[in-house]
């Protein structure tokens, strides 16, 4: 696609429930980044990968939260058993390559624990 | 550790008038820095980067930002403020030579006012 595409936008969920987000980024891109961003804040960094391989999970906050890239392409992050702290907007970014080139964002997802 | 200091979270200016963004980073080894800005309900844009070379560096609709080691200091400014300047700008720290795995500072909203 022309841009990285996060789906859903926005996403409710009870307490308790698991989700999976997803990111499709841009079309060769190799990297690809996941952040969360609580209102207010800046982007927090979460993980990302190189190809299929996830390079640094660094970032993660604990165990509940895992993220995959198979094929290295599109992106999944998910979060299981939901807690209410866990809302905020996840964002996604690829680049092109390894190195100092510009990661491109997408609109991120919106989750809201209830 | 690194770190990003967005000195005020909230910024207003008239428009015409001169635009300038306040950002301190703490590093260890040389960084490259970078200013996001970010419209609502879109993702985040890369402004302009700074990674080695000139100090003064210029990006996208008319923003400069100058490197300043003996600051630690990587403002952005704009000489005249448009209407279309109002948003949130992030400034981002990275050690690495992975120019997607950013620390952010937590913001500074921008407002035009006619």
């Known amino acids: 696609g022309a841009g990285v595409s996060q789906s859903p936008r926005y996403k409710v969920t009870k307490r308790g429930q698991d989700v999976a987000l997803r990111c499709d980024p841009i079309?060769?891109?190799?990297?690809l980044y996941w952040y969360r961003q609580a209102l207010g804040q800046g982007p927090e960094f979460l993980t990302y990968?190189?190809?299929?391989?996830?390079?640094?999970k660094s970032g993660l906050p604990n165990d509940r939260f895992s993220a995959e890239r198979p094929e290295g392409s599109i992106s999944t992050l998910t979060i299981q058993r939901t807690e209410q702290r866990d809302s905020a907007m996840y964002r996604c970014?690829?680049?092109?390559?390894?190195?100092?080139?510009?990661?491109?964002f997408g609109q991120g997802t919106r989750l809201t624990v209830v | 550790a690194q770190s990003v200091t967005q000195l005020g979270s909230h910024v207003s200016v008239s428009e015409g008038a001169l635009v300038l963004l306040r950002c301190n980073y703490s590093?260890?080894?040389?960084?490259?820095l970078f200013w996001y800005v970010q419209y609502p309900n879109q993702g985040l844009q890369l402004l302009l980067k700074?990674?080695?070379?000139?100090?003064l560096v210029k990006g996208i609709n008319g923003f400069e930002a100058e490197f300043k080691k003996s600051e630690t200091s990587f403002h952005l400014t704009k000489p005249s403020a448009h209407m279309s300047d109002a948003a949130e700008y992030f400034c981002a720290v990275t050690e690495g030579n992975q120019g997607g795995k950013l620390i952010f500072g937590q913001g500074t909203e921008l407002s035009v006012k006619p």
């Open positions: 700074y990674t080695t070379g000139a100090t």
């Open positions: 590093s260890s080894v040389p960084p490259y």
């Open positions: 079309s060769g891109h190799v990297s």
């Open positions: 970014a690829s680049s092109s390559n390894r190195g100092l080139t510009e990661a491109f």
């Open positions: 990968f190189n190809y299929e391989a996830q390079q640094d």
